[in-house]
């Protein structure tokens, strides 16, 4: 098992809808999260960072963690063609280890 | 914003040749990652280093090597290019668990 699995998709949803993508984890001991956004030919960016349990929002976006189901997630309110990309999510413990990242969600907003 | 910057940004090359792929960051970062990515496919680590001196090999098995002899600087070197190598490798550096990526350099190797 994967230490995180993600939905690679792809996912497709019209122009305004709520987008809703997620990850599940199995290591208990990681305790920040983040989100990545991927455009096509191009490097991940840093979309959303959290740490421990709980919601973030940052304009259209939220990030929500829940350790108690090691489940996280990342909800796009009025989404846009722009926001057309693949996102990934990516965890990390307290210890001195890299990142780990999702596979990645590719995500079609059509208008 | 991060400032972290790949050359080049494309390159084709014939198999056997030596290549170097360049890394820079001006945030003073510690950590710095090179990942290798398929288009369309997740992210593999293949090599990452801690500071100066200090380099580790991810998941990945690679032919490639790394050095880090000055904190903003982490070049990727492949002694003889294979068709295989042919991928997008990224580069990233990070603070605080959060990782900021280059641009990436797509490789072909023909």
């Known amino acids: 098992q994967k230490e995180v699995e993600q939905d690679p998709g792809p996912l497709s949803v019209p122009e305004g809808a709520i987008v809703s993508l997620n990850c599940t984890y199995s290591?208990?001991?990681?305790?920040?999260f983040m989100w990545y956004r991927q455009y096509s030919r191009k490097g991940p960016e840093l979309l959303m960072y959290?740490?421990?349990?709980g919601n973030k929002e940052d304009g259209r976006f939220t990030a929500q963690v829940d350790k108690s189901s090691k489940y996280i997630s990342l909800f796009i309110r009025d989404s846009q063609p722009s926001d057309s990309a693949t996102y990934l999510c990516?965890?990390?413990?307290?210890?001195?280890?890299?990142?780990?990242f999702g596979k990645g969600t590719r995500l079609s907003v059509i208008a | 914003e991060a400032d972290i910057y790949q050359t080049p940004r494309y390159l084709v090359i014939g198999t056997g040749k030596k290549i170097t792929l360049e890394c820079s960051q001006t945030m003073g970062h510690d950590k710095m990652y090179w990942y290798q990515q398929d288009p369309g496919m997740e992210l593999h680590l293949i090599h990452y280093?801690?500071?100066?001196?200090?380099?580790e090999k991810g998941d990945l098995s690679s032919e490639s090597t790394v050095s880090r002899i000055r904190t903003e600087h982490f070049p990727l070197t492949l002694e003889s290019a294979r068709p295989s190598h042919t991928s997008q490798y990224l580069c990233?550096?990070?603070?605080?668990?959060?990782?900021?990526f280059g641009q990436g350099t797509r490789l072909t190797v023909v």
């Open positions: 990516a965890t990390s413990n307290s210890g001195n280890t890299p990142l780990v």
């Open positions: 959290t740490y421990s349990s």
């Open positions: 280093s801690y500071g100066v001196n200090s380099t």
């Open positions: 990233a550096s990070s603070e605080s668990r959060r990782a900021f």
């Open positions: 290591n208990s001991a990681f305790q920040y």
